[in-house]
């Protein structure tokens, strides 16, 4: 089985910056993409950027330039930098881990970000 910890959310004015973490422990198998979600109230849980084990990225066309992920491979951790945030980055921010060679995700429990003045 394989945990998530997530870490660094809060409240942040808008412009301001934050820095999430995910710690991942556990029998982890690569290749392992690790990536963020967010979900907003009374909305689905969306994909905002992924990065895999050879630090290849990808992000959602919204957050592209404000937002850099990623990770120590050592300390199986992934980041997700946050700068220039707006209101409507206000969500939970999911982490995940993909399991390539067992075909499983995994999620941690989420941490809280709230943009607001």
């Known amino acids: 089985q394989v945990r998530l910890v997530e870490s660094g959310g809060g409240l942040v004015q808008p412009g301001g910056s934050l820095r999430l973490s995910c710690a991942a422990s556990?029998?982890?198998?690569?290749?392992?993409?690790m990536g963020w979600y967010r979900q907003a109230p009374e909305k689905q849980r969306e994909f905002v950027a992924l990065?895999?084990?050879?630090?290849?990225?990808n992000y959602t066309d919204s957050v592209k330039g404000r937002f850099t992920i990623s990770r120590d491979n050592a300390k199986h951790t992934v980041y997700l930098q946050m700068n220039e945030m707006k209101p409507e980055d206000t969500a939970t921010y999911y982490c995940s881990l993909d399991d390539m060679p067992r075909g499983l995700r995994f999620w941690g429990s989420g941490t809280l970000v709230t943009v607001s003045s």
């Open positions: 556990g029998t982890i198998f690569s290749p392992n993409p």
């Open positions: 990065i895999t084990s050879g630090g290849i990225t």
